[in-house]
């Protein structure tokens, strides 16, 4: 039962903990005062390499410059090639919608010849199961049930020939 009263305790002062870790101020870094500076202090050789090396960063920041507008140079020759690519692959769908269209086109001439093929298969059908109840109807065993198995057999061929062929 402790544990789970800590538990409770700690959860409620979760947000409070939370809120003291942010709200401990960071320190803020005083601004530079120039006029504050001694020259005096600075040899004639520190001022000479403090401006040589603001040289040296100045011809860094151009160096950096120009390898950015070199990559730019790259990243638009890296969209012209994109852009190709895109055009040639709106080129490839545009065939391909061409395509289902002319194959939409002709399908009434297809469902016609479906069509056509369903009822010589449902004829035949027919046929095949009218031989077969002139065969059973010659066994006298079976009698006249099985001309009903017949006619069972018939309407399953003709339904599964109209619905899933």
């Not at 199961?129 to 065993?141: H, N, Q, S, T």
């Amino acid at each position: 039962m402790e544990s789970r009263t800590s538990i409770k305790l700690f959860i409620c002062l979760l947000p409070l903990l939370i809120g003291l870790a942010y709200s401990v101020a960071a320190p803020t870094p005083t601004p530079f005062d120039a006029s504050k500076i001694d020259y005096s202090k600075f040899t004639p050789e520190e001022i000479a390499a403090t401006e040589a090396h603001k040289d040296q960063l100045k011809s860094q920041v151009k160096s950096n410059l120009a390898t950015i507008v070199v990559t730019s140079d790259a990243q638009a020759d890296t969209l012209k090639k994109t852009n190709k690519s895109l055009d040639l692959y709106d080129a490839a769908v545009k065939t391909q919608i061409d395509q289902g269209n002319a194959a939409i086109l002709a399908l009434p001439h297809v469902l016609t010849q479906l069509h056509r093929a369903k009822w010589i298969m449902c004829g035949l059908w027919l046929a095949l199961c009218g031989l077969i109840a002139w065969k059973v109807g010659k066994i006298p065993i079976l009698g006249q049930y099985s001309l009903y198995g017949v006619a069972a057999l018939a309407v399953a061929g003709v339904t599964f020939i109209w619905l899933w062929i």
